[in-house]
Nanobody, 118 residues
Framework: QVQLVESGGGLVQPGGSLKLSCEAS????????MAWYRQAPGKERELVAS???????DYSGSVRGRCTISRDNAKNTVYLQMNSLNHEDTAAYFC????????????WGQGTQVTVSS
């Protein structure tokens, strides 16, 4: 059974930093594209950052320059380092694992809440 478990969310002041982690189990982690999404109240879920099996990285325009996604295949873990946080970053952050061969395999974590507030 595939499980993705996020951690590292919390309350942070504007301008602060957080590092999110997502540990995966039950899958061959190294072949999956790993991504972070977020969903704010009343808004659609949006892609924040992704890193594929080759290490190719993509960021949304709203976080580029402030966030860094990385992965440790030995630990089956993907990270999201977030800096210079602002109120617009307040959301539930979700980890996604995706692999496509003949069909798409996609798994989600339960999410971790990030609240930016003074």
């Amino acid at each position: 059974q595939v499980q993705l478990v996020e951690s590292g969310g919390g309350l942070v002041q504007p301008g602060g930093s957080l590092k999110l982690s997502c540990e995966a189990s039950g899958l061959t982690f190294s072949i999956y594209t790993m991504a972070w999404y977020r969903q704010a109240p009343g808004k659609e879920r949006e892609l924040v950052a992704s890193i594929d099996a080759r290490g190719n990285i993509d960021y949304s325009g709203s976080v580029r320059g402030r966030c860094t996604i990385s992965r440790d295949n030995a630990k089956n873990t993907v990270y999201l380092q977030m800096n210079s946080l602002n109120h617009e970053d307040t959301a539930a952050y979700f980890c996604n694992a995706r692999f496509e061969v003949n069909r798409a395999y996609s798994y989600w974590g339960q999410g971790t809440q990030v609240t930016v507030s003074s």
